[in-house]
């Protein structure tokens, strides 16, 4: 065991990436146990081939990058800013909004970041508001994307944890909403203090006819979150399935839009392997990893050390949102869930955690993460996107970190914000 950590950690230290740490630090363990090399191989096929609800993430990655590509996220954001664009700091409200609205169908945060993002920023330059406010808030908003379903997160950490990736997917909604509500809040304030434009309000007669023309645009647009989400809801399709009809219906909307091109393919396939081989390599070699620590039963012995040194289940949240915010701040969120959920889900259990709610935490720990150096990928998009530099955005997104570590402690301590709708729900079912 002191091999594969002390190998795993070197690489680590050695700027290795990690799939790569993974594999040849389990490799090395399983060579000096007597094992053959092709058992690494084995172990990798099984870890992705055997999981039918992985096959979800590049159907979900897919979705995102023909949305980015056929208008359909243009039309999000002019119906987001036609609904709060009287409001003081509008286009913040509306990068918020159109970012929960999107969360219902991409499932990933680079997804927001890259494509939504890059229509949010340019509006709001032409619009006079200010760099560092812009970025930080496209930024933020963009996290809201894999704790509203459907998530990519959610559906790893529920195939590495043994998790319904149904309860999941609707423990998320409410504290995604939370999420939403508390940063408009800070944009509110933030934006009265800079004093920000908004629209002029002409009369509810107009607003009105506005937000109908602009529905009417985007009604198609706007129903896409409610196929997917409503039908893994009411029970009639599974995650991978709602997948699956994701994609087919942003194809069908972005040709029926115009503006899905042949020449597009190409550029949306070449989107999605790059997406999906990246996942799926590393966890892959993840689940060699997982397989090592489960038969030198690492998780239980974890648990046990938890369970006779932590006096209650608070304090043990508590250190585990410390250590999962630390990890998120240098691990890719795949490759930390991966490899620290099968350590972590049996120690929550065994303080009587959900693992709904946990799970629900741990992503949160871990989006929080990608907006906080020295890893940060939603800070390299923003940055490639804006060409803004990358230590400019990492001092403007401080308050949006501390505002959604606030909302995360609210979260990690009032489970029933969690496990609401998916009793709720399930239970009815």
């Given at each position: 065991?002191?091999?594969?950590?002390?190998?795993?950690?070197?690489?680590?230290?050695?700027?290795?990436?990690?799939?790569?740490?993974?594999?040849?630090?389990?490799?090395?363990?399983?060579?000096?146990?007597?094992?053959?090399?092709?058992?690494?191989?084995?172990?990798?096929?099984?870890?992705?081939?055997?999981?039918?609800?992985?096959?979800?993430?590049?159907?979900?990655?897919?979705?995102?990058?023909?949305?980015?590509?056929?208008?359909?996220?243009?039309?999000?954001?002019?119906?987001?800013?036609?609904?709060?664009?009287?409001?003081?700091?509008?286009?913040?409200?509306?990068?918020?909004?159109?970012?929960?609205?999107?969360?219902?169908?991409?499932?990933?945060?680079?997804?927001?970041?890259?494509?939504?993002?890059?229509?949010?920023?340019?509006?709001?330059?032409?619009?006079?508001?200010?760099?560092?406010?812009?970025?930080?808030?496209?930024?933020?908003?963009?996290?809201?994307?894999?704790?509203?379903?459907?998530?990519?997160?959610?559906?790893?950490?529920?195939?590495?944890?043994?998790?319904?990736?149904?309860?999941?997917?609707?423990?998320?909604?409410?504290?995604?909403?939370?999420?939403?509500?508390?940063?408009?809040?800070?944009?509110?304030?933030?934006?009265?203090?800079?004093?920000?434009?908004?629209?002029?309000?002409?009369?509810?007669?107009?607003?009105?006819?506005?937000?109908?023309?602009?529905?009417?645009?985007?009604?198609?647009?706007?129903?896409?979150?409610?196929?997917?989400?409503?039908?893994?809801?009411?029970?009639?399709?599974?995650?991978?399935?709602?997948?699956?009809?994701?994609?087919?219906?942003?194809?069908?909307?972005?040709?029926?839009?115009?503006?899905?091109?042949?020449?597009?393919?190409?550029?949306?396939?070449?989107?999605?392997?790059?997406?999906?081989?990246?996942?799926?390599?590393?966890?892959?070699?993840?689940?060699?990893?997982?397989?090592?620590?489960?038969?030198?039963?690492?998780?239980?012995?974890?648990?046990?050390?938890?369970?006779?040194?932590?006096?209650?289940?608070?304090?043990?949240?508590?250190?585990?949102?410390?250590?999962?915010?630390?990890?998120?701040?240098?691990?890719?969120?795949?490759?930390?869930?991966?490899?620290?959920?099968?350590?972590?889900?049996?120690?929550?259990?065994?303080?009587?955690?959900?693992?709904?709610?946990?799970?629900?935490?741990?992503?949160?720990?871990?989006?929080?993460?990608?907006?906080?150096?020295?890893?940060?990928?939603?800070?390299?998009?923003?940055?490639?996107?804006?060409?803004?530099?990358?230590?400019?955005?990492?001092?403007?997104?401080?308050?949006?970190?501390?505002?959604?570590?606030?909302?995360?402690?609210?979260?990690?301590?009032?489970p029933a914000i969690v496990l609401f709708l998916p009793d709720l729900i399930f239970a009815a079912s």
């Open positions: 065991m002191i091999l594969l950590l002390g190998s795993f950690f070197l690489l680590l230290i050695l700027k290795v990436p990690v799939s790569f740490s993974l594999l040849t630090s389990s490799v090395l363990y399983l060579m000096s146990q007597g094992m053959p090399p092709f058992m690494a191989v084995i172990r990798m096929a099984m870890g992705v081939g055997d999981s039918f609800p992985l096959m979800a993430v590049p159907f979900f990655i897919l979705a995102g990058a023909i949305m980015n590509t056929g208008g359909i996220t243009t039309r999000i954001f002019d119906f987001a800013d036609k609904v709060c664009g009287h409001i003081t700091g509008g286009l913040g409200h509306a990068n918020i909004l159109a970012s929960i609205i999107f969360s219902g169908m991409s499932g990933t945060a680079i997804a927001d970041t890259g494509g939504l993002g890059a229509i949010e920023l340019k509006a709001m330059k032409d619009a006079g508001y200010d760099d560092d406010f812009s970025l930080a808030i496209t930024g933020a908003s963009s996290i809201i994307g894999p704790i509203i379903p459907p998530s990519v997160p959610a559906v790893v950490f529920g195939v590495v944890g043994g998790v319904s990736i149904g309860r999941l997917f609707i423990g998320g909604v409410v504290p995604g909403l939370i999420m939403g509500f508390s940063m408009g809040l800070f944009v509110y304030f933030q934006s009265k203090r800079r004093g920000y434009p908004k629209k002029k309000w002409v009369s509810l007669g107009n607003f009105l006819c506005e937000l109908v023309s602009s529905t009417r645009k985007s009604f198609f647009a706007l129903l896409t979150p409610v196929v997917i989400i409503g039908g893994i809801f009411i029970g009639v399709i599974t995650p991978t399935e709602a997948a699956i009809l994701a994609v087919v219906y942003s194809l069908i909307l972005s040709i029926a839009y115009g503006d899905f091109k042949k020449e597009h393919f190409a550029k949306v396939l070449r989107e999605t392997v790059d997406g999906t081989v990246s996942v799926m390599f590393i966890v892959s070699c993840a689940s060699i990893f997982g397989y090592i620590l489960a038969s030198e039963q690492i998780p239980q012995k974890m648990a046990d050390f938890f369970l006779t040194t932590i006096p209650n289940k608070y304090i043990a949240l508590l250190v585990i949102n410390i250590l999962l915010l630390i990890a998120g701040t240098f691990m890719e969120t795949i490759s930390a869930i991966t490899i620290l959920t099968p350590v972590l889900v049996p120690v929550a259990v065994g303080f009587g955690i959900d693992p709904v709610h946990f799970g629900i935490v741990m992503i949160l720990n871990l989006m929080i993460g990608l907006m906080t150096p020295p890893v940060g990928m939603v800070l390299y998009v923003l940055s490639g996107v804006s060409k803004v530099p990358f230590e400019d955005i990492v001092k403007a997104i401080w308050p949006y970190i501390i505002v959604l570590t606030i909302v995360l402690l609210i979260i990690t301590f009032v």
